[in-house]
C-alpha cells in the first residue's frame, strides 16, 4: 500500500479490523460447530482484508452491538463497521460511509398466529428494536393510537428471543435480519409493506478519506466481476430468491 495512507498503517499492524454483529443469520453470525463468525457481510469485509494483504484471512473480526458500531469508528477501534449500518444524514455527521452495498427495507416481524398484518395493527403494543438502530427511532416516531411501546435492546438476537418468550408483540428490523430470525423460528412471519428504505454503507473513520475511496474500489470491483453476485447468491438468494444487481454507485466526490 502506499505510504501516508491508512491502508499501509492497516498494513504494517497486520490485519484489518472490522466491526462486525455474531447474532444475526445470514449477514453476521457465528456458526455453531466451527465457532467462525459467517454471513454475507463477513465475506464483503475479507474481500477488502484481500486487496489490502492478498489474503482474505487477514482480518480481524470484532463482535459489537449496534450502539458501538459508529462510536468504535469514531474513536479508531475499528477500521470499519460492516454490520448493517444505514447510511443517512446524522450518520454522515459522524462518519463517512462507503457506496451502498446493500438496499434493506424496514419490515414487522411476528408470531405466525398474530393477527397483525402491517405495523398500524401493533398499536399500543410492544414492538422490539436495538439500541442505536434507525428501526428504533422510526418506532418511536411512529404515529399510531395509541402508540406503539418501543422495547429496547442490545443484541439483535435479543429481539427473538423476547418475542419467543412472549414480552413483546412483534420486532420491526431490516429485511434480511427479520429473515434470519424468520429462518431460525418457523412460528414467525413477516407482514406488511416495507415501511423505509435502509441503504447499508460501510462505516468509516473521517480522517480517512483515502481510505473510503479504497474500499469503493474494492466495492466496484467486486460488482464488476460478479463477487457481490456470487456473495449474495450464497447467503440471501435462498431466502430473497435470484439474485438482484448490486445496488449502484453514487459518489460524493
Not at 67 to 80: E, W
Not at 172 to 178: F, K, N, Q, R, Y
Not at 194 to 211: C, M, S, V
Request: glycine share 6%.
Amino acid at each position: 500500500m502506499p505510504g501516508d495512507t491508512y491502508m499501509r498503517t492497516i498494513q504494517e499492524r497486520g490485519s484489518l479490523v472490522v466491526g462486525v454483529d455474531q447474532n444475526t443469520l445470514l449477514l453476521g453470525a457465528r456458526d455453531p460447530v466451527d465457532g467462525q463468525i459467517k454471513g454475507f457481510e463477513i465475506d464483503l469485509a475479507r474481500q477488502i482484508a484481500k486487496a489490502i494483504f492478498g489474503d482474505e484471512n487477514r482480518v480481524e473480526l470484532k463482535a459489537i452491538s449496534s450502539a458501538q458500531r459508529l462510536p468504535f469508528v469514531q474513536n479508531q477501534t475499528i477500521d470499519l463497521a460492516v454490520d448493517a449500518v444505514t447510511v443517512n444524514c446524522a450518520r454522515l455527521q459522524q462518519v463517512t460511509f462507503s457506496t451502498v452495498y446493500y438496499d434493506a427495507s424496514q419490515k414487522v416481524l411476528v408470531p405466525t398466529d398474530s393477527t397483525a398484518t402491517q405495523l398500524q395493527d401493533l398499536a399500543g403494543q410492544k414492538v422490539c428494536a436495538t439500541k442505536g438502530s434507525t428501526s428504533l427511532e422510526f418506532i418511536r416516531q411512529y404515529p399510531s393510537t395509541p402508540p406503539l411501546v418501543p422495547y429496547p435492546v442490545d443484541l439483535r438476537s435479543d429481539c427473538l428471543v423476547v418475542l419467543q418468550e412472549g414480552k413483546v408483540d412483534a420486532i420491526s428490523s431490516d429485511d434480511a435480519i427479520l429473515a434470519g430470525f424468520q429462518a431460525q423460528d418457523p412460528y414467525t412471519k413477516i407482514v406488511g409493506p416495507p415501511l423505509t428504505d435502509e441503504p447499508y454503507g460501510i462505516a468509516i473513520n473521517q480522517d480517512h478519506p483515502e481510505f473510503v475511496r479504497f474500499v469503493n474500489g474494492v466495492l466496484d470491483g467486486m460488482r464488476a466481476d460478479g463477487t457481490w453476485s456470487a456473495i449474495y447468491a450464497k447467503w440471501l438468494s435462498p431466502v430473497f430468491g435470484t439474485s438482484p444487481p448490486p445496488p449502484d454507485p453514487h459518489y460524493r466526490d
